[in-house]
């Protein structure tokens, strides 16, 4: 991180503290486990803090198991789109239940989506590279900023094996010109170590990853795919694999056209 790096953190104007900074600079965090990097981010920032879960794959799933184990009241949220996989609308009362959870629902402008499809049709997705980012960034991006904008930090279950746009992931980033920190308990976690806790702690998932979606997004924009394919390549399917990402996990600009 370079020297120059903001030390404040929100609009409170609360700084992080020098010694977690400190850690976060040096790399150290970098070699705790992800139990121990979810416990240090529960002493540091709960309630201002909040996992990110998609429901439409296991990595979120276990960390929202994790976290509840540490914190029952930890908080968790999902950007409904409003075009997601009805297994998915299921999995999130399913999970509601069974961990007693209030989940954040996070929803898109009405407005917005409105123009957009008024203008640009149902499934404009499919005709460009630049609609379907202008559908990713109104219906994901664009929330999830104004829902961030409330906290200290975000946990996410990105792992570096994942694709080739997620190799360098830390496990403690700093976003939005210091004012946001992302926490990715698993970026060091193989496809095995996920299937292991799912196993070990009964994990409950989503049904369409029995029938082929190793990842599951939004019912236009995900599909099944053939067994030892790359669990990515059923995610807009008919783009170069390099622009496979909804523009939540990469750098964005400011104005948002970094997705
Ligand atoms: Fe729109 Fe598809 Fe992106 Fe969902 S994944 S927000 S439907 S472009």
């Not at 930890?74 to 609308?89: E, I, K």
């Not at 939005?176 to 496809?191: F, T, V, Y």
Request: aromatic share 6%.
């Amino acid at each position: 991180m370079p020297a120059t790096a903001p030390t404040l953190l929100r609009q409170d104007g609360k700084t992080i503290d020098s010694g977690i900074l400190d850690d976060i600079r040096a790399g150290r965090l970098d070699g705790l486990g992800a139990e121990e990097i979810l416990i240090w981010s529960i002493k540091n920032f709960h309630p201002r803090l909040a996992l990110s879960c998609s429901f439409g794959n296991a990595e979120g799933l276990v960390l929202l198991d994790m976290m509840h184990r540490i914190e029952p009241a930890s908080r968790v949220y999902v950007l409904d789109t409003g075009r997601l996989h009805q297994a998915t609308y299921d999995l999130i009362d399913r999970v509601r239940e069974r961990y007693d959870k209030a989940i954040e629902v996070v929803f898109p402008e009405a407005a917005a989506v409105q123009a957009m499809v008024r203008r640009h049709g149902m499934n404009l997705f499919y005709e460009s590279l630049e609609k379907r980012q202008l559908c990713c960034r109104l219906r994901k991006v664009e929330p999830n900023r104004r829902y961030l904008s409330e906290l200290d930090a975000h946990v996410t279950g990105l792992r570096r094996e994942q694709s080739m746009t997620r190799s360098a992931v830390a496990k403690v980033e700093v976003e939005d010109e210091g004012r946001l920190l992302k926490i990715n308990p698993l970026a060091d976690w193989s496809q095995d170590d996920v299937a292991s806790y799912v196993r070990e702690h009964n994990v409950p998932l989503n049904r369409l990853h029995a029938e082929g979606f190793p990842s599951v997004g939004c019912a236009p924009c995900s599909r099944a795919v053939q067994p030892g394919d790359d669990p990515r390549s059923g995610r807009w399917w008919w783009e170069n694999a390099d622009t496979r990402e909804c523009g939540l996990h990469v750098g964005e600009e400011k104005d948002g056209s970094g997705i």
